[in-house]
């Protein structure tokens, strides 16, 4: 299994070895506040093409490029007033831009699926402190095999990537525990890639323009996380549950049993007390732990598609999604 390091107990020997580990041009996975990322030098095609390999990730589907600060990101990519105002807002956090490229930027083509735009992203924490060191923007999706759910713990990382890199950073759960939001601004206009962490009413009472959602599911994927499938279990996904067959696994919200519950393989709660908040930091969590129980079905209760539900809802649907 991969070497992991505690980064809150040895956090300048986390980032002394997993700045050798990335020169090398490999991945390391990597602590954020929304999940753990499978990180690789986004300069390095080689490197690149490894997170791939290890993903299994199809290679139309863009890559995030993490940055250590807005001054780093303005190196590889061009703001409007727009973008730059919500990016001196909100970063470091749970948001995305996708914005043009800078001509020499040296993130290289592979990252960004041939795409002229770029997805930056400035995260908090000791991923913040690597990037700073290494000095250069790292590349990296979820530290998952593509397609299924996301990690927000080392645990879930080495448990599904452990044989297959060499160096995972601990820093405990993932506080915000959905991945970002992502946005592109596109003459004048802001729009939602993919609803996360950030609450798109922030943005909206920032700016005070109207963010646009997307007419429909698949679209040209221009961000991660547009793949109509996405962040599924093993096991099978129902939605909107109002009772629960037996030996299925339950995921309720709101601490409202359910009928038929007590025959239930597992029964989870993403928070008793309806917290959107607390929802969404459990959310993969509980699905790791539901799908671990082999159950065939994972049924999910209701969850109210304001605030960080739209994002919690926008996963589900996903993982509900027909498989390839």
Same mark, same amino acid.
């Given at each position: 299994?991969?070497?992991?390091?505690?980064?809150?107990?040895?956090?300048?020997?986390?980032?002394?070895?997993?700045?050798?580990?990335?020169?090398?041009?490999?991945?390391?996975?990597?602590?954020?506040?929304?999940?753990?990322?499978?990180?690789?030098?986004?300069?390095?095609?080689?490197?690149?093409?490894?997170?791939?390999?290890?993903?299994?990730?199809?290679?139309?589907?863009?890559?995030?490029?993490?940055?250590?600060?807005?001054?780093?990101?303005?190196?590889?990519?061009?703001?409007?007033?727009?973008?730059?105002?919500?990016?001196?807002?909100?970063?470091?956090?749970?948001?995305?831009?996708?914005?043009?490229?800078?001509?020499?930027?040296?993130?290289?083509?592979?990252?960004?699926?041939?795409?002229?735009?770029?997805?930056?992203?400035?995260?908090?924490?000791?991923?913040?402190?690597?990037?700073?060191?290494?000095?250069?923007?790292?590349?990296?999706? !979820?530290?998952?095999?593509?397609?299924?759910?996301?990690?927000?713990?080392?645990?879930?990382?080495?448990?599904?990537?452990?044989?297959?890199?060499?160096?995972?950073?601990?820093?405990?759960? !993932? !506080?915000?525990?959905?991945?970002?939001?992502?946005?592109?601004?596109?003459?004048?206009?802001?729009?939602?890639?993919?609803?996360?962490?950030?609450?798109?009413?922030?943005?909206?009472?920032?700016?005070?323009?109207?963010?646009?959602?997307?007419?429909?599911?698949?679209?040209?994927?221009?961000?991660?996380?547009?793949?109509?499938?996405?962040?599924?279990? !093993?096991?099978?996904?129902?939605?909107?549950?109002?009772?629960?067959?037996?030996?299925?696994?339950?995921?309720?919200?709101?601490?409202?049993?359910?009928?038929?519950?007590?025959?239930?393989?597992?029964?989870?709660?993403?928070?008793?007390?309806?917290?959107?908040?607390?929802?969404?930091?459990?959310?993969?969590?509980?699905?790791?732990?539901?799908?671990?129980?082999?159950?065939?079905?994972?049924?999910?209760?209701?969850?109210?598609?304001?605030?960080?539900?739209?994002?919690?809802?926008?996963?589900?649907?996903?993982?509900?999604?027909?498989?390839?």
């Amino acid at each position: 299994m991969a070497e992991v390091i505690d980064t809150i107990t040895h956090p300048e020997e986390a980032i002394r070895r997993a700045c050798a580990v990335l020169s090398r041009g490999l991945p390391v996975a990597i602590p954020t506040e929304t999940v753990y990322g499978l990180s690789a030098d986004a300069t390095n095609p080689e490197a690149i093409g490894r997170i791939y390999e290890t993903k299994g990730r199809p290679r139309f589907n863009p890559l995030i490029c993490h940055m250590a600060d807005l001054e780093m990101a303005e190196r590889h990519a061009v703001f409007d007033p727009i973008s730059r105002k919500i990016a001196e807002t909100f970063w470091p956090g749970p948001l995305t831009l996708v914005l043009p490229v800078r001509a020499d930027t040296p993130i290289h083509p592979l990252a960004r699926a041939g795409l002229d735009t770029v997805g930056i992203r400035v995260p908090t924490g000791i991923a913040g402190r690597l990037l700073a060191a290494f000095d250069r923007p790292l590349a990296a999706p !979820s530290a998952n095999t593509s397609g299924r759910i996301s990690p927000t713990s080392a645990e879930h990382v080495n448990a599904d990537l452990g044989e297959k890199i060499e160096l995972i950073l601990d820093a405990g759960p !993932s !506080s915000v525990g959905l991945e970002s939001t992502i946005l592109k601004v596109v003459d004048g206009a802001i729009h939602l890639l993919r609803p996360g962490g950030l609450n798109v009413a922030d943005v909206e009472a920032l700016t005070g323009l109207a963010v646009i959602r997307p007419a429909s599911a698949g679209a040209t994927i221009e961000a991660p996380g547009m793949l109509a499938s996405h962040y599924a279990p !093993s096991a099978g996904v129902r939605l909107n549950a109002t009772d629960v067959a037996a030996g299925e696994a339950l995921i309720r919200f709101g601490g409202t049993p359910l009928p038929g519950e007590d025959k239930a393989a597992i029964v989870l709660d993403l928070s008793p007390g309806g917290d959107l908040r607390e929802a969404a930091a459990n959310l993969f969590g509980h699905m790791q732990k539901a799908d671990a129980t082999g159950a065939r079905c994972i049924a999910f209760s209701p969850v109210p598609a304001t605030g960080l539900g739209e994002a919690i809802n926008d996963r589900l649907e996903r993982a509900a999604a027909p498989r390839n």
